[in-house]
């Protein structure tokens, strides 16, 4: 038996073998094929704020977040380095993420722009401040408070894992889809 199972394991070994070798190499791929293929994967938008150490709000539109964990709860975010907002976040330890309804572009548009002084142009009672960060209560379906426990340097972003104490739902509304480089509607099927 050990005879006839010899010969067929010899093929097998050297294409496990082969393909190791070719999985270590990483081959580039071009950026704009990439960023090409990553826009065919859609994704929730949320605005993601903090509190600074001078008590200042900050905020800025992320749609890459997911979660990590249901026991205990974790989700991730992700900030690139550039970001003005990242620095109060690596230091606050902590954030809000508001996740935004359909009819919510224009303000994840707004926490997508550079601007310094985010909140000050929102209307009275969009938000309600949170020792986590600001909450878009008037703009989300929901919120979740975190606590940072766990930052990842990767390449030219930063990947901030939060451990979630405290989620509120606030309606039923259809999310905000960003998808193929624009904002869009969940259609359901």
Known sequence: MALLGAPC?????????QHTVMTEVPMPIDEKIYKDIMSRHPGGVTVVTTIGTSGKAFGLTVSAFCTVSLHPPRILIVIDKASHTLSTLLASKAFTVSFLEEESADLAMHFASADEDKFGSLPH???IELDTGPALVGDATAYMQCRTAQEIDSGDHWILVGAVERGVILN?????????????KMMPL
Do not use: W
């Open 9 to 17: 394991m010899q093929p097998l070994r050297s294409i496990l073998v």
């Open 125 to 127: 009672g969009s938000f």
């Open 172 to 184: 039923d509304a259809e999310p905000l889809i960003y998808s193929h480089r624009q904002f869009r």
